[in-house]
């Protein structure tokens, strides 16, 4: 397996920019989550999807930030319009999800971006 | 999710076990001890995890006293490859589907 792919590895973008984030999961993990990381406020969850659904987004910055997750396979983050406090590396995860047992994420290897 | 404490740096030398320790005094009977790592520029790793038992994988050891108010992760030959932030979670048996709360962690750095 692949593992957790992300797409870009690195996005280099101007203030007042769209950006989007892809990330596809784990083939069969029916769980998703989108995190941040910066030095400031280290790993924080942004959005979590169970079966495509999205459970929680209380961790979401504010409006300019928004994900969706159209299949199984396949989710978004996107930020429009992005500002310089945006940069960081975000995150994918997904894990087997609720009732699966198996209760560990596995994470990609992120997505570095800068809002200059 | 109960709250955790862990030193923020620790040293080990290559090939020695390095024993990283967790307090969470506030755990809840059903909440679950996870430990993940971040090794510099990748994301987040599993480790391994445990409710009451002592649990060993191939990555690692947890030993969890017996009042489950603290943890101590075991790396048992400590390699150059193994510096990087080790992460303690606390969270409940049925949370396998919510996100983790990440705090500062321990930063282990294996020394040559």
């Known amino acids: 397996d692949a593992g957790v792919i992300q797409s870009p590895r690195h996005e280099v973008t101007e203030m007042g920019q769209e950006v989007t984030l892809r990330c596809k999961p784990i083939?069969?993990?029916?769980?998703l989550f989108w995190y941040r990381q910066t030095m400031m406020r280290g790993l924080e969850l942004l959005i979590y999807?169970?079966?495509?659904?999205?459970?929680?987004d209380s961790g979401m910055p504010e409006d300019r930030f928004s994900a969706k997750m159209p299949n199984a396979s396949f989710s978004t983050l996107k930020i429009q319009p992005s500002e310089p406090r945006d940069s960081a590396v975000y995150f994918c995860?997904?894990?087997?999800?609720?009732?699966?047992?198996?209760?560990?994420?596995?994470f990609g290897p992120g997505t570095r971006l800068t809002v200059t | 999710d109960a709250k955790t404490t862990q030193p923020p740096s620790m040293d080990c030398a290559e090939g020695r076990a390095a024993n990283l320790p967790c307090n969470h005094s506030?755990?809840?009977?059903?909440?679950?001890v996870y430990w993940y790592r971040q090794i510099h520029s990748q994301g987040p790793q599993y480790i391994i995890h445990?409710?009451?038992n002592n649990e060993t994988n191939e990555m690692a050891s947890l030993i969890i006293t017996e009042d489950r108010k603290s943890s101590t992760l075991i790396l048992p030959h400590a390699t150059l490859r193994d510096t990087a932030v080790y992460y303690c979670?606390?969270?409940?048996?049925?949370?396998?589907?919510?996100?983790?709360?990440f705090g500062k962690g321990t930063h282990l750095i294996i020394q040559p």
């Open positions: 979670i606390v969270r409940p048996a049925g949370g396998g589907a919510d996100g983790l709360t």
């Open positions: 083939s069969g993990h029916n769980s």
């Open positions: 995860a997904s894990s087997p999800g609720p009732g699966q047992g198996a209760l560990e994420q596995y």
């Open positions: 445990g409710l009451k």
């Open positions: 506030t755990i809840s009977g059903n909440e679950y």
């Open positions: 999807f169970n079966n495509n659904v999205p459970i929680d």
